[in-house]
């Protein structure tokens, strides 16, 4: 177990349409509801696009509210329904509670997020909805009775990377201007190497080159009848793994997850020891000035040096140098008897001045040893 004063988050971000379920899930019932096939809706929409020089989101999001007059009215409450009918993939529906447990039992607090090019009102509809910290996807505005009038929000494979920012600095809102504060990564929220993306197709490459490029996990899912799509991305180094998009209990997929856990447990120990360095030499450092980090560091040479002519250089930095502080006058004459390059050389007349003059007045055992060497 983590001992540490915060959280230690490990996000796990999704795309959805056949990543966590095996078609888009307009085309589970909704594109049906029009009296439209899909492949004629979506070859239809795509020319719409096309023709008009219009994102293929908005495309979609427009037939879908014309396609709708006299069928039905597009509201929250009528995609939320469609959306409960969408299918997911085997073991989806208990995969967050173990994926949630096993993380809790290593000390981390797993939080799951849903970065989607679909609709973020039917994923809401969805059994599973309640497990997501925050679920971005493309919306709808609803006009004051409910109805859909106009896009609010249209997410598509570029702008998708956006909200990966926004879970690395807790700026989770779509309009919370924090995301483009400058913080260090000590106090990110979610470091990219704690961040786990899962794909299923070129739409989500942008987001696992993000994760993958600074420290995190991108893994591209897969069904049964083809790996050619994840086999491409990760010849091209767009993900790092692969595994069959079978939710399941002790399927790859879970298997690969509780070993990016157990390896976040182990990582975030040694990063917590080296921030927690970082910050005592911060603080120690903080009420020093440039001269005192310059005398430490002359001190520190001099206990290194490895030759007489490197030594010879760094006493003459030294002796250019009047105010040291007792502690370090200590251990420069420590250094004087310990160090052979120092301790063999004292007479010469360069590090014999030197070693005078720091020693006037100091009464310890190695003051005394020095000026005895000096002496014999």
């Not at 920012?165 to 106090?187: C, H, P, Q, T, W």
């Not at 979610?190 to 994760?211: A, E, H, Q, W």
């Not at 767009?238 to 990016?260: T, V």
């Not at 450092?285 to 560091?297: L, P, Q």
Request: proline share 1%.
């Amino acid at each position: 177990m983590i001992d540490n004063e915060k959280d230690i988050v490990l996000a796990i971000c999704y795309d959805f349409d056949k990543t966590l379920s095996p078609d888009d899930m307009q085309a589970q019932g909704f594109i049906q509801s029009l009296g439209q096939k899909v492949k004629e809706f979506w070859a239809e929409s795509n020319k719409l696009a096309s023709d008009n020089d219009m994102d293929q989101n908005l495309a979609w999001m427009y037939k879908m509210a014309k396609e709708s007059r006299g069928k039905h009215i597009i509201n929250t409450r009528t995609l939320k329904e469609y959306g409960s009918k969408v299918i997911l993939y085997p073991g989806v529906d208990t995969w967050f509670d173990r994926i949630n447990k096993y993380g809790k039992e290593k000390g981390i607090l797993v939080e799951h997020y849903i970065i989607s090019s679909g609709l973020k009102e039917m994923i809401e509809g969805t059994e599973v909805a309640k497990y997501f910290k925050k679920i971005y996807a493309s919306s709808f505005y609803y006009d004051e009775d409910g109805v859909a009038v106009w896009p609010a929000q249209c997410i598509n494979y570029t702008n998708k990377t956006q909200f990966l920012f926004r879970i690395k600095k807790g700026a989770l809102e779509v309009n919370d201007a924090k995301v483009n504060d400058y913080l260090s990564e000590d106090k990110t929220r979610v470091p990219f190497r704690n961040m786990v993306y899962i794909g299923d197709s070129d739409t989500d490459v942008p987001c696992m080159k993000l994760v993958s490029i600074n420290g995190g996990y991108s893994i591209g899912v897969h069904g049964k009848e083809s790996k050619n799509k994840v086999f491409k991305m990760i010849e091209e180094k767009r993900i790092k793994y692969f595994a069959e998009a079978d939710y399941n209990e002790g399927s790859e997929l879970e298997i690969l997850l509780k070993n990016i856990i157990d390896r976040t447990a182990l990582n975030e120990m040694l990063e917590i020891k080296n921030f927690k360095c970082v910050e005592e030499m911060t603080i120690e450092r903080k009420n020093k000035d440039k001269e005192f980090i310059k005398k430490e560091d002359l001190i520190d040479k001099l206990n290194d040096s490895s030759s007489f002519s490197e030594t010879h250089e760094i006493i003459s930095l030294m002796s250019a140098i009047n105010n040291w502080e007792y502690n370090q006058i200590k251990r420069i004459l420590e250094i004087g008897t310990l160090n052979s390059q120092v301790k063999y050389i004292l007479k010469d007349i360069d590090i014999m001045k030197f070693y005078k003059k720091i020693s006037n007045g100091i009464d310890d055992e190695y003051a005394k040893k020095i000026n005895k060497l000096i002496k014999s």
